[in-house]
């Protein structure tokens, strides 16, 4: 990072968020137990993901965007699914970020496992969902929108999906945002990717990959270890490696700790600088987060060894391209009080949803 006084530092960047995941504390118990990742998959996110409307949307996306800013997180690259309601997700999030000040890389994930609102195991065409995700995605970025071609994971879509993704990557200059062997079941995305896949694409956990792929690894060793899929070693492969959170709050330097405790776990002889290179790598994403200015509550944020143990950093200045959107501790831009209590009562309508 640009060392600016002791206790700055530019914007920090969340690589790969779902920012309508921040709606799913409190949630009903799933019908079942999860018993591995795929049954996780099934019986909480699917589930959740398909009860989301407009309004749920957009609360999520404040609460999600609020919680980054009051991290010093100034963009989220996020990555959202909602099947039943397509058609102005994208703006919904883009309203929500743009009222509490983040900026924002957004992506709809098309997916082929919704057929006329049932799961579809092993999808062989591409699906009305799909179809329409990427015209959501088309629309969006043809009006201007910041945003990339956004993927479920190559297990849950047809070769054709994968293939009309790309093409629209491709037309719209824009990369890729897609989860890439986080799990068993997609263990063979590299062999479905191969041939498409470049150095824009965004390749999101990478735990079973099992030969390399051109694009950029985005690293959640938190949600890996939640979801039990094991540890995705980045290092063994030649790409830049960038951190998210996946949709688990948006504190990056808690997210570094976590990254750094784990890379150490598997080789004793690491240093925090690896990590911290990692959050670097960031703003070759999002390079006018450098534009950005988070003053916090510590003096040594430039150096990695003192806040790879030192929790409980928070900012108390944020000042987004010029904007004072935290100051002197508080946020400016929003009624904090009134997104939180907004989000609550949206969280319960969509928790009922699950109920029934």
């Not at 049954?39 to 609360?59: P, Q």
Request: proline letters at 4%.
């Amino acid at each position: 990072m640009t060392l600016l006084a002791s206790n700055q530092t530019e914007g920090l960047v969340c690589s790969h968020h779902h920012l309508y995941s921040s709606l799913a504390r409190g949630m009903p118990a799933p019908p079942s137990v999860p018993t591995n990742f795929r049954t996780i998959l099934e019986n909480i996110w699917w589930r959740l993901d398909a009860a989301l409307d407009l309004d749920s949307i957009y609360w999520s996306a404040a609460l999600g965007a609020l919680e980054a800013v009051r991290s010093g997180c100034t963009t989220t690259i996020d990555h959202h699914e909602s099947p039943m309601a397509i058609e102005g997700s994208l703006d919904a999030i883009a309203r929500a970020c743009d009222d509490v000040g983040v900026r924002h890389v957004l992506a709809y994930g098309v997916t082929d496992r919704w057929n006329d609102g049932v799961l579809t195991d092993s999808p062989t065409r591409m699906s009305d969902g799909a179809r329409r995700g990427l015209v959501e995605t088309e629309r969006y970025i043809s009006s201007g929108g910041r945003a990339m071609v956004g993927v479920h994971a190559s297990f849950t879509c047809s070769d054709e999906t994968l293939e009309a993704a790309a093409d629209l990557a491709r037309r719209l200059a824009v990369g890729v945002h897609i989860h890439v062997a986080e799990g068993p079941d997609d263990k063979l995305a590299a062999q479905r990717l191969a041939h498409l896949a470049d150095d824009s694409w965004l390749l999101v956990h990478c735990v079973y990959l099992s030969d390399e792929l051109p694009g950029t690894i985005v690293h959640n060793p938190r949600s890996n270890m939640n979801n039990a899929v094991g540890y995705a070693h980045p290092t063994r492969f030649p790409n830049r490696v960038v951190l998210g959170t996946d949709g688990i709050g948006a504190d990056m330097f808690e997210e570094a700790r976590i990254a750094y405790a784990r890379l150490r776990e598997h080789d004793v002889t690491a240093t925090p600088d690896t990590v911290w290179q990692w959050l670097e790598n960031s703003y070759a994403l999002a390079p006018e987060s450098r534009n950005d200015v988070v003053s916090w509550t510590y003096d040594h944020m430039h150096e990695p060894w003192r806040l790879a143990f030192t929790p409980g950093v928070t900012p108390t200045d944020v000042v987004i391209d010029g904007r004072a959107v935290i100051k002197e501790g508080r946020v400016t831009t929003v009624d904090v009080d009134e997104v939180r209590a907004k989000a609550f009562e949206s969280g319960v309508r969509l928790h009922k949803k699950l109920e029934s």
